[in-house]
């Protein structure tokens, strides 16, 4: 077996331009395949923090239902116990209580439907980035003020602008008329334009006066360390909490983002697998056109006594080397290059590829994300296909007889 192994390293070296070719074909699949894999994972990564931290939390706790009918009839009552909860459960970075209601706002002769968001400023900047997205003015204050913060797009279209005053009105908790005056104090641009069309913010303790609501909120927005955190703070915190409330990770609350990082996997990795088997014909070809031009050699290695079988390993013996060299020079070119694309995340200047970003809500950003599964994954399954595609060459090499090979010559 020393010998053979002797015989198989010698052999890749015989032909240093067929080498290359296959080492080459190696290298850029490992190449592609983890760039690709890591930049999927690294732009649905940044998809999902920009969507939570514009909004909704990694997780939220909210009345049984509210996920389905979104109204006020489905609430909780926010109690210092279940602060503490919060503050305890491992995982658990920031949490925001909130009152989400709709209702119309107008200025002069325009009126628009709008969302109304009622945060508590000092603890929403530990949840989301809304208070960092104010680009005219400020966010909203103390409460009792009736301060209001607009989306820019919503403020333009009721042409109005700091220090002017808006009437909101809506149907209160209690079936009655609500309608009051708030001040604009700031404008907001989001990466989502209808959000920005139709987001409005208030203190939370104005709007439970506003939507009679008492001390009840609508939901607990919760934000975890990273996306992969919130299974474990959602089950945490669901083992604390009674029937009456339900707690949803960000795949329950935004489940058309799932369905988008799904298809974009899907189309990601049907492209990788096209890539991968043309680089396996392409590594099929090089080593069964290495075997037919050494039939004389193989001939005359069966007159001499070989066995077929140690044709065969000594064929797939060389073809797991080139393969194995290719993923070791692979993963040391690829490696790298992820490491510092991660680190050097690339903003999109194209003005049709940032619209394109920020008509589905996130920032106009090609992030990469390393796991380790990424190159030990690439690294399998490149092999595995070099493995197959090495199959026939060696297969072929050991069928071969020596009279036919000699006359070949």
């Known amino acids: 077996m020393r010998l053979i192994l002797r015989l198989a390293w010698r052999n890749v070296w015989r032909n240093p331009r067929r080498t290359g070719l296959t080492v080459s074909a190696t290298v850029f699949a490992v190449l592609l395949v983890i760039v690709f894999v ?5 732009i649905h990564e940044q998809m999902i923090e920009d969507a939570v931290r514009l909004s909704s939390g990694h997780a939220s706790i909210s009345g049984r239902g509210y ?76 409460p009792g003020g009736r301060e209001i913060v607009l989306g820019a797009r919503l403020a333009k279209s009721l042409e109005v602008g700091l ?38 913010v208030v203190h939370i303790a104005d709007a439970q006066a506003f939507f009679v609501y008492g001390d009840r909120v609508t939901e607990v927005a919760i934000l975890a360390g990273s996306a992969d955190d919130t299974a474990q703070i959602v089950s945490a915190v669901s083992a604390g909490v009674g029937d009456e409330v339900e707690v949803h990770g960000w795949p329950e609350i935004m489940p058309e983002l799932v369905q988008f990082i799904f298809l974009d996997d899907a189309g990601m990795y049907i492209m990788l697998l096209i890539l991968v088997v043309v680089v396996a014909f392409g590594i099929l070809n090089t080593l069964l056109m290495s075997v037919l031009e050494r039939r004389r050699e193989f001939g005359v290695a069966l007159a001499l006594g070989l066995r077929p079988r140690a044709i065969f390993v000594l064929v797939y013996l060389e073809s797991m080397a080139l393969a194995a060299l290719g993923l070791a020079l692979g ?68 069928r071969a007889r020596p009279v036919d090979a000699l006359r070949s010559v």
Do not use: C
Request: no cysteine.
């Open 38 to 42: 890591s930049m999927g994972a690294g």
């Open 67 to 142: 996920l389905e009918n979104r109204t006020l009839e489905q609430f909780i009552d926010f109690d210092p116990e279940l602060a503490r909860q919060l503050d305890a459960t491992e995982g658990v970075v920031g949490w925001a209580p909130r009152v989400v209601g709709f209702g119309l706002l107008s200025s002069g002769p325009d009126t628009h439907g709008i969302a109304v968001l009622g945060v508590d400023p000092d603890r929403e900047r530990w949840v989301t980035t809304l208070p960092e997205r104010v680009r005219d003015g400020r966010f909203i204050g103390q």
């Open 163 to 200: 220090g002017d005053e808006v009437l909101l009105y809506s149907v209160a908790y209690s079936l009655e008329m609500a309608y009051e005056l708030f001040t604009v104090v700031g404008t907001m641009k989001l990466p989502d334009s209808a959000m920005e069309r139709g987001l409005a």
């Open 331 to 398: 993963l040391g070119i690829a490696l790298p290059l992820v490491l510092y694309l991660v680190g050097h995340p690339i903003d999109l200047d194209n003005e049709a590829m940032k619209g394109a970003y920020e008509m589905l809500g996130f920032e106009p950003r090609i992030s990469w994300k390393l796991k380790p599964t990424h190159p030990l994954g690439s690294a399998i399954t490149i092999f595995g296909v070099a493995a197959l595609a090495a199959l026939y060459p060696a297969f072929k090499a050991s």
